[in-house]
């Protein structure tokens, strides 16, 4: 059982910026791929970025750029920096883990979620 517990969010005007935390109560963190799901009013839930067990990123098109995501293995933590924030950024963000190389979406856990508010 893995239990994530996510940390960040909050509101700030466009452009600016946040830093999302991810932590993991589990006994060996570094065989988990890790991601950020968000999910806007309205609309289903997306993948932003994926961090693998072996360190490879990947990210949403419209994040690319803009977000950097990161993993510290030492202190079972991913982040998730957001630069340039842009009002279409606003929704829940998710933290996910699964127990596999590369996020398949099926099988893992899922963090309870924070806010991320981006308005003028």
């Known amino acids: 059982q893995v239990q994530l517990v996510e940390s960040g969010g909050g509101s700030v005007q466009p452009g600016g910026f946040l830093r999302l935390s991810c932590a993991a109560s589990v006994s060996i963190f570094s065989p988990l791929s890790l991601a950020w799901y968000r999910q806007a009013p309205g609309k289903p839930r997306e993948l932003v970025a994926v961090?693998?067990?072996?360190?490879?990123?990947s990210y949403t098109d419209s994040v690319k750029g803009r977000f950097t995501l990161s993993r510290d293995n030492a202190k079972n933590t991913v982040y998730l920096q957001m630069n340039s924030l842009k009002t279409e950024d606003t929704a829940v963000y998710y933290c996910?883990?699964?127990?596999?190389?590369?996020?398949?979406?099926?099988?893992?856990?899922w963090g309870q979620g924070t806010q991320v508010t981006v308005s003028s």
């Open positions: 996910y883990a699964e127990p596999n190389s590369y996020i398949r979406g099926t099988n893992g856990y």
């Open positions: 961090v693998t067990s072996r360190g490879f990123t």
